[in-house]
């Protein structure tokens, strides 16, 4: 088995496995509460998605371009099946303690089975390596210096004053305006293959295919660049999005409707 092979499996599995417990809970009748507290089955569901995600997130600190051998990349695996941590993982009910194990132990036997298999065969994904926490560090800090972000916010919600180089239009724009597709296509253009990616929190940071990058709001904030730092895109949780540097220059030269998608701050809309 190659271990390309082995490395995609352990992030599809470890994806469908979230998406499978997510769904579960969420077919819970009352929110999988009862009065302030969760009940005994929404305890066995949602430590399970915490600790697959916390996993998934160690799986993909692995960079994919420079995996060791199959038996080397099984015991890392599976060192980040009993060790992986976040927020969610720590001071746990017995019940959710049991249920976090649970989800350990499956992912173990899961990695122990594709080693042993033949052909072995996966749809590749996209390549994404997470960043360590030092590096999301050193990108913050390379991104202030370039560009005056303050940790994930950038223009417009930093200042009053916009520089008339930093392009700003509503986020609605890039779904009614075809701005993903702007931005992708200047990206293109620009010779990009891989984009950093910052995020508020949550995976804070990651190296991703291009084709794999979602410049939006997810409820984290968002900013995009690369290595370069010639230009940057911004996501902020007021509905608007930013651009800088070449990026922005080759959008004012292809939106051909961008005075119709300014951004306007929400304190300042008219009363509906």
């Known amino acids: 088995m190659e271990s ?4 995609t499996m352990a992030r599809r599995y470890l994806m469908s496995r979230n998406g499978k417990l997510h769904a579960e809970y969420a077919a819970l009748p009352d929110d999988g509460r009862r009065g302030l507290d969760h009940t005994d089955e929404a305890k066995r569901i949602f430590p399970g998605y915490d600790v697959v995600a916390a996993m998934l997130l160690e799986v993909e600190r692995l960079d994919p371009d420079d995996l060791p051998p199959p ?17 969610f993982t720590t001071g746990l009910h017995p019940i959710e303690a049991e249920a976090t194990a649970a989800e350990r132990d499956l992912f173990r036997a899961s990695i ?3 080693l042993n298999a033949k052909d072995l065969t996966v749809e590749p994904l ?7 926490d030092e590096e999301v560090e050193r990108w913050r800090g390379r991104l202030a210096a370039r560009w005056g972000t303050q940790v994930t916010m950038w223009h417009p919600l930093i200042t009053e004053d916009v520089p008339e180089d930093v392009l700003v239009v509503s986020a609605d724009a890039m779904w009614d305006a075809g701005g993903f597709e702007l931005v992708y296509d200047a990206l293109v253009d620009m010779g990009l293959h891989r984009v950093v990616e910052i995020r508020e929190h949550g995976d ?7 084709d794999a990058v979602e410049l939006a709001y997810t409820g984290a904030e968002g900013i995009w660049t690369d290595d370069s730092l010639d230009w940057i895109a911004y996501a902020s949780h007021e509905s608007s999005m930013a ?4 990026l922005a220059e080759r959008l004012r030269t292809s939106w051909t409707d961008l005075s119709d998608w300014g951004w306007v701050p929400i304190w300042d ?3 509906k």
């Open 4 to 7: 390309a092979t082995l490395h």
């Open 71 to 87: 038996d080397r990349l099984a015991a890392a695996l599976s060192t980040a099946a009993s060790t992986a941590q976040s927020v």
């Open 112 to 114: 122990r089975s594709w």
């Open 126 to 132: 996209p390549y994404r390596r997470a960043f360590s």
């Open 204 to 210: 804070p940071g990651s190296l991703l295919d291009l």
């Open 243 to 246: 651009f800088g540097g070449t």
């Open 269 to 271: 809309q008219p009363a």
